[in-house]
């Protein structure tokens, strides 16, 4: 007896737990079951399986893989600007790895982007740290404060002019405001609020890379596999 697969309607036989061209799990029926009736056991058994993850293995691709894309990826790198792909690649690494080691017949989409996000959140937090102690090193060790209060002003500056420019075309400025807030923005505690601010907003969006990279290796690892019972 065949049936038919629901996502590619291509011919699957009733003992087959995986559709052979898409890899989508399917229900599995019995004679010895009540007509009329399914028997859910083995596709639960099939998803559950598939979702879990060996957080050990797991854990362990993730923190080889995450250190590297993570400094790569803080303000002490050159290439930092690319540290959206270096996550990304890293999270997606890490699945491959993981898969590789466990050989799971599957992976769901789910735990994919479960094992992405811890990547994510190792390189992510180291980004933020080395980050910080890059700038704390330059400012207070190489004793280099001016520079960086330089180039700190002149960013303010340059914001100060682009709001300046948004709120002209909106209406009269207010310039007591904008004043204000140039203050904040020029004082310690703003300065360092301003940067820790930047530092966590980068986190999070290697965070959100990361669970996508994860996500997209699973999916194409699963549908490149033709998966048998």
Known sequence: ???????????????????????????????????GQSQPERWNEVVRDAGSIDWKPALKAAAMLAIPAGLLSSGISPLSRLGLFWMAAAAAWTVALYMRSQRPSWITIGAGARIGLVTGLMGGWLAFGAS???????????????????????????????TQQVMAGMGPADGTQLQAQRAFMLSPEGHAGMEAFGFACNAVFL???????????????????RPEA
């Open 207 to 225: 965070l959100f890379f990361a669970v996508a990279g994860g996500a997209i290796c699973s999916r194409l690892l699963t549908g490149s596999r």
């Open 132 to 162: 910080g102690c890059a700038l704390f090193v330059k400012r207070f060790l190489l004793h280099n404060s001016s520079q960086i209060d330089l180039e700190w002003k002149a960013r303010v500056d340059l914001s100060q002019q682009l």
């Open 1 to 35: 007896m065949e049936m038919t697969c629901n996502r590619c309607h291509q011919t699957v036989q009733t003992d087959t737990c995986y559709c052979p061209a898409c890899g989508l799990p399917q229900l599995v029926y019995s004679a010895e079951s009540t007509p």
